[in-house]
């Protein structure tokens, strides 16, 4: 009798206690049917508790940018546990935080810290209306901005740019959708008209500066000056949210490379390398509306917990190091380069996409990938099976929808050269049993 895996065991009886089986509804990777369960972290690698050691690809959905267990962030964390596991309270470290992120965010003049990064969209949007006493906004078709209710709304067909927008969940007003103007991300002629038509109505506009949750999407050229001319033009609050872009391809992030500063930015993620840190940060007078110096309220019991404000602070040393951007960007051109050829010499047909440490697999398609609807038009049955196959083989990529996009893959700064030459290898593997599959059917 085969024994069964422990994951399996687990699941079963997670099922009986946690709602689905899990603690986020996303961490069923729906290309395995069950979450992975790991024991432990090591630099690129994940430990499961059937004894697998897998080299990661997905980081903590992109948080874990210097690596698992990072000797620097386990010593600000301990050193954090040591003054008392502060929370609810103001330290030196919150103010030498902040004044880190002033000095390398370009807009960033002031900064306040929360948890998550749903909660810092929120506040940017709240202060975004207190600003202009405005209450519609716009966002990018797909573009992901955490799972509040300001944010769960699509396009009722999402392959047709036109299509009403509509609730993404159960549970959310259909009343909310009057207040969202969406667009094509990429569209320079629909994103013209929108602000000629609601531009005097729009409070803010929001964007992923690099569409990171779709794969890699980057923003066409001139598109992130577009943003920001017509938005001063309406009196619109611009808000990068770079929850997932941000620390990907520079230090100052999407706004620093590309010389585009936003009135207001959000961070998450890679800021406190895995620990819950998020900021909302940007131009003084914005940020001045927040309590307790204005009127838009903002606080919360773990706000800038002290555990993730040290983190942080050891994360962005480390990021700030000379040269670490060159290596990220080097290694990045040198990977996707390579994982593409791979993919191509076994003929499987796949976009690779990425800028930076993150990057999208488009699966069915070979032209590059400009707006949500080209993202949305790949094939997930081949993606499970390239997914699956790795897995199995030790290399673990997330899926986390079998409908839309991909989702988003990265590497670290603790992936080493082997790391990527032992991917190289099992990709091969995998896309050649692909190929010659996909070949057997071309046949049939």
């Known amino acids: 009798m085969t024994a069964i895996p422990n994951a399996d065991s687990l699941f079963d009886k997670a099922q009986q206690v946690l709602a689905g089986g899990v603690s986020a509804g996303m961490r069923i990777n729906p290309y395995l049917g069950k979450p992975l369960y790991v024991e432990r972290g090591e630099g690129a690698h994940l430990y499961d508790i059937d004894g ?116 993404s969940s159960d549970g959310v007003p259909v009343s909310g959708a009057a207040e969202v103007v969406m667009v094509p991300w990429n569209d320079v002629a629909a994103f013209e008209e929108a602000m000629r038509v609601h531009g005097g109505e729009l409070a803010a506009v929001f964007c992923e500066p690099i569409h990171y949750n779709a794969g890699c999407i980057p923003p066409a050229d001139g598109f992130l000056e577009l943003l920001r001319e017509r938005t001063t033009e309406h009196g619109a609050i611009l808000v990068f949210d770079e929850v997932l872009s941000g620390f990907r391809t520079h230090v100052g992030g999407v706004s620093a490379q590309y010389g585009v500063t936003p009135d207001l930015t959000t961070h998450a993620k890679a800021l406190a390398n895995g620990l819950p840190l998020s900021s909302v940060s940007g131009r003084a007078d914005l940020m001045s509306l927040l309590t307790p110096t204005g009127g838009a309220i903002h606080s919360g019991t773990y706000s800038g917990h002290l555990l993730s404000v040290l983190a942080a602070l050891a994360t962005l040393d ?76 030790g290399v673990a990529f997330h899926g986390y929808t079998k ?38 059917k071309g046949k049939g």
């Open 52 to 167: 697998r050691r897998l080299i990661d690809f997905n980081m903590s959905n992109g948080a874990a940018l210097l690596g698992h267990d990072h000797p620097k962030v386990k010593a600000a964390v301990n050193h954090g546990v040591e003054l008392g596991i502060i929370c609810a309270a103001e330290t030196s470290f919150h103010e030498e935080l902040a004044a880190k992120m002033v000095e390398i965010i370009p807009a960033a003049e002031r900064v306040r810290f929360s948890s998550v990064g749903t909660e810092v969209t929120i506040v940017a949007l709240r202060i975004a209306r207190a600003a202009t006493g405005r209450s519609k906004y716009l966002k990018f078709d797909g573009h992901f901005h955490g799972l509040a209710e300001q944010w769960l709304y699509k396009r009722k067909d999402p392959l047709d740019p036109v299509s009403p927008v509509v609730p």
């Open 403 to 440: 409908q839309g996009p991909p989702g988003h893959a990265g590497f670290s700064l603790a992936h080493t050269q082997a790391d990527f030459d032992e991917t190289l290898n099992v990709v091969d593997t995998v896309a050649g049993s692909m190929g010659k599959g996909q070949k057997a």
């Open 318 to 393: 480390e990021l700030s190091r000379p040269g670490v951007y060159e290596q990220i960007n080097a290694t990045a051109e040198n990977f996707y380069a390579q994982l593409q050829s791979v993919f191509d010499e076994n003929g499987v047909q796949v976009r690779v996409q990425g800028m930076g440490a993150r990057f999208g697999l488009y699966f069915g398609r070979t032209d590059p990938v400009t707006t949500w609807t080209d993202a949305t038009n790949h094939d997930h049955a081949v993606n499970q099976q390239f997914v699956a196959e790795c897995n199995r083989l």
